[in-house]
Each structure stands twice: as C-alpha cells, then as structure tokens.
C-alpha cells in the first residue's frame, strides 16, 4: 500500500514536539529512492548469513534494518509469533512497520514478510495480538487479530486481522476502533481475555501522564473505557510510561495481577527500563498492593518494551524484551541490522523478604542448543558461538569477577551481601563504547536475595550481551557488549561450569 510521506512527517513532528526527551524525533528524513510503486511492495524478507562481528547468535535479529519493541507476540496453531517494530528501509527508527518472524520451539527463529506497513492513519506502531480461535470478532474461526496504535496525526487504536496463520493482514473497515485527538499519547493495546469477567481487555500506555488505561470489549472490535491506573509513586513518574502488560500469576496457592510498564527515561541504569506493579484486577481496576516501587523486571540497561506472548499452550507467562536503551540505540555499531531481543523468559512471582517479586528464567526451550555441562578449564569456556556459564557464590560472601575474552576486554562483577545488590560495570574495558556517552556505566545495580541457602548465577553470553539471572530468578541484569571477541572466560572465580549454546542461525 502506497503511504503517505507528510502524514508520516507530520505524525513524527507531533510526537516530537510532545516528548520532551524528544525520542521520536530522531526520526530518519525518508531515502530519495522510497516512492513505492503502486503494485505493492516487496517485503519479503533480507536472508543474510548473520555472521558480521557484534552479531548475535542465540539471540533474535532480523537480518537486516531497524528493530524495536517485540510486538503481537502469540501461540497459534504450534506457530509462536513474534512481529516487532521494524523499518523495512533502514538501519535507523523510521517507518515503523510490524517485521515478522515465527519458531516452533521459541528459539530458533524464521524471519517472514514485513506483515503490516505504515497506512493512512500513519505508521504501526507497538501493539499485541490474539488468536480468535471461536470467531468472537467474526472474520474467521482462528483469525489472529492484531490491535496496534496508528501513530499518525493521533495515536489511535486500530485492528487487522489474518486469516492465512499470521502472514498477512487485512485492515479492519471500522478503524479506528479507539479513535484519538486529544491526547497527546496514547498507544501500545495489549489485550488478553479476563475469564472472570467473560470480557476482553486492552491496556494503555499514555505516555508522559503517565497512567494506564483499561478498555474492555465482548466482540473486540466495540471498545469502552473501564478506567486509569496510576500512581503516586514519584519515581515512576519521572518518564513516559509504554507497553503495559497485565498478567494474572500464581502466588503462594492463589494469584496475583502484574502490570508490567516500560518506563522511558527513569529506567534503572537511566533511559529506559521495564518495570511492574504487583496487585489485583477485578475486571474493572487494577489496585496495586503496597510494596516498595519501582519494582524492575530487569535492573540491567537493556530489557525495553517486553511484554508477554497471548495464548501461550502450557500456560506459561513468556516474556520477551527488546535487548536495547533508547539512549542510545540509534547508535550501537551494528550494521546491517540494529537491534536483538532477549531470550525469551519465563514470569513468575516469588518471596524475597516477605513480598512477591517476579523472577525470570531462560524458557526451557533452550536446552535444545545446549551441549553438556562442562567444568571451565583456567575460567575458560572453549569454543562455541555463544554459552551459559555458571558461577555458585555464598550469598554471604562478597566478590568480585569479571567475565571477559583474552582481549582483555571485561566486564566487573561485584556481589555485595552488605548492600544486598550485584553490582556490574560496564565501562570503556569491556569493549567499544565511545558510539554514545551514555553507554558506559560504572554501576548497573541490581537486587539480591541473601537469605537464599546459595547464589548461583547464570550468565547466557552472546556476541553482543550478556545476560545475568540468578537461578531462582530473582536478579536479573541484561546488558549489551561491544568486544571484539566474544567473552568466553570468567577471572575472579574458581568452580565455573558451562555448556554451549549453538548458534540458532
Ligand atoms: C516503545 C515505543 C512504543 C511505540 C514504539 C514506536 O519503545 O516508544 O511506545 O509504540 O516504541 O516504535
């Protein structure tokens, strides 16, 4: 479809003005060479080796161009789907468009057809989908339907549906389905059914007011508004507020409601950060219980605008994030692609110090490019594209180590049972860093459970990142790397065990 270059314009000029740390107006001006003919365009996908230095290789990219935040993640028909914010035409944000992959084990992955490109109500921007499998909204008996926010002049809520198993998608003829003029931002629709209620319901993001909203429908394509979450927590209200997620989770025999937010900037290390309430949603509110906010989902710099797949066969709460920090991901030295996800994880909430946490654990999933557990020979974990070592530490003991390559490019960790945090520095030692001010960071801190009976530390290393979960899930730190090698040794420690991770490419 042929869209428009001054809505697009006009919609970014917008949003930038209404962002006061103007994140989307770093907008890229459109290549002379993007008319597109009004056959269409091609979209199908770049194949690529995905062998260039920085290239991740356990991890989700698409071969080539701009990504962003994972989008209408859902199970169907043995298919798990994965779309993300995509610029088909560059490596820079622009154009957003929903890319496309899709995996039968949630590991490797298959990148598709670009399935929806910006249209008359302006670019696709971030939003959720769901697998009408009984025709609620009446295009077909397992339609996946796509809620997603038009960012145009307005940001508005709009549907499509797929009836050839998520390839493509048919704009709905009553769009917008929540229309918008007056509010600046609106955006990010995650909808789930609430069994209790028999009703849909779709979450809000509305940016700098930083609130949510909730909407509920029976037929998915009628919407009311149910009502506003906010807090009075002023840490939380520092940033725009994106990407919610409301997700119901076991705890202790009963279930608790987690309301997932993406907080930019305020994020836990500055920039962005995911974080959560914990509470309970009668179908109409969501009340947060009174813990001690912000609660992070993540406390490393690079876990963004994840939220958790629909329909998902065992139940499971999975997760996934976008491995980046908006301050600073318009230049991490990646080419031809910019941008992973991360592994995805399993949600689930745990005690630490009486009050529920979430903990997040690698799907099991990936036992399926895992080779055998091998003791690291002098901290060295020999060959292979990518690994998960383990490190087993008192809670109680204090210590410090790096994970690093023969290059000497490192980065520290520090455990500190006095101050009950983990504590990694990533500075210019642990590879290229000079592409943004903002990358280096001394002291990417993170909680700890010291009552725990051991620490035992996972750390899943890639090209490009490494990410840090304790094995009961309650500390999690992600963080993009730059070395010129990979990191493939651990100093500081004695007993470390690994097993590779093969490449998913
Ligand atoms: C989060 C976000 C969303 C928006 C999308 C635009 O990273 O800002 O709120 O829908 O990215 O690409």
């Known amino acids: 479809m042929k869209f428009n270059k001054s809505i697009l314009f006009a919609g970014a000029l917008l949003l930038a003005a209404s962002c006061s740390d103007d994140k989307f107006s770093d907008v890229i001006p459109l290549p002379d060479n993007t008319e597109e003919s009004d056959n269409g365009e ?84 971030s939003g959720s989908a769901i697998y009408d499998k009984d025709n609620v ?27 050839d198993g998520g390839v493509t998608y048919t704009q709905y003829e009553g769009n917008p389905i929540i229309p918008n003029t007056d509010m600046p931002d609106f955006r990010d629709p995650k909808v789930f059914y609430h069994a209790e209620s028999g009703k849909y319901i779709m979450a809000l993001a509305k940016g700098w007011d930083c ?42 025999g009963g279930e608790k409601w987690v309301l997932i937010v993406s907080l930019n900037p305020g994020g836990p290390t500055g920039g962005s950060g995911t974080s959560y309430f914990v509470g309970d949603f009668d179908g109409t509110n969501f009340v947060a219980d009174d813990l001690e906010y912000p609660l992070w989902l993540d406390s490393g710099s690079d876990n963004y605008a994840g939220v958790t797949w629909s329909n998902t066969p065992d139940g499971r709460n999975i997760y996934i994030g976008w491995m980046n920090n908006w301050n600073y991901a318009g230049n991490v030295p990646c080419n031809p692609w910019r941008s992973a996800m991360t592994l995805p994880r399993k949600l689930e909430l745990v005690d630490m110090n009486g009050s529920p946490v979430l903990s997040s654990s ?25 690994y998960e070592m ?33 504590v990694i520095s990533r500075n210019s030692s642990s590879g290229a860093t000079s592409f943004n001010g903002s990358f ?10 010291i009552n725990e009976e051991k620490l035992e530390l996972h750390f899943y290393v890639d090209n490009s990142s490494v990410e840090l979960l304790s094995a009961d899930g309650k500390t999690a730190i992600t963080c993009l790397v730059f070395p010129t090698e990979v990191y493939d040794r651990i100093s500081g420690v004695d007993e470390i065990s690994y097993r590779r991770l093969s490449s998913i490419w």
């Not at 895992?370 to 990518?386: H, L, M, P, R, S």
Request: proline fraction near 5%; glycine fraction near 10%; charge should be negative.
């Open 42 to 125: 091609d979209n199908s996908p770049v194949i690529g080796a995905r062998d260039e230095q920085y290239r991740p290789q356990i991890h989700f990219t698409p071969a080539a161009n701009w990504m962003n935040d994972p989008n209408g993640m859902v199970y169907a028909d043995g298919v798990w789907h994965l779309y993300y914010q995509y610029n088909p035409r560059g490596n820079d944000w622009g154009n957003m468009s929903w890319g496309h992959a899709v995996s039968t084990d949630l590991i490797h992955w298959q990148e598709k057809a670009v399935a929806m490109t910006p249209n008359q109500y302006g670019d696709i921007f």
């Open 137 to 163: 909204a009446g295009f077909g008996n397992g339609a996946i339907l796509a809620f997603y926010t038009a960012s145009g002049e307005h940001q508005q809520q709009c549907l499509a549906y797929s009836l």
């Open 390 to 422: 383990v490190v087993n530490l008192q809670p109680s003991e204090k210590s410090t180590f790096t994970v690093g390559n023969g290059k000497g490019e490192f980065i520290t960790v520090n455990v500190n049972p006095g101050a009950q945090n983990i």
């Open 211 to 252: 609130s949510i909203d909730f909407w509920a429908s029976s037929n998915l394509k009628n919407w009311t508004k149910l009502s506003e979450f906010r807090t009075q927590n002023g840490r939380m209200n520092k940033g725009q507020w994106e990407c919610p997620d409301l997700i119901k989770v076991p705890y202790n």
């Open 362 to 386: 690698v799907v099991k999933e990936i036992d399926g490019i895992a080779g055998d557990w091998t003791q690291a020979v002098n901290g060295i974990c020999e060959g292979g594209d990518a």
């Open 440 to 449: 280096s960071l001394p002291g990417i801190s993170a909680p700890y459970d």
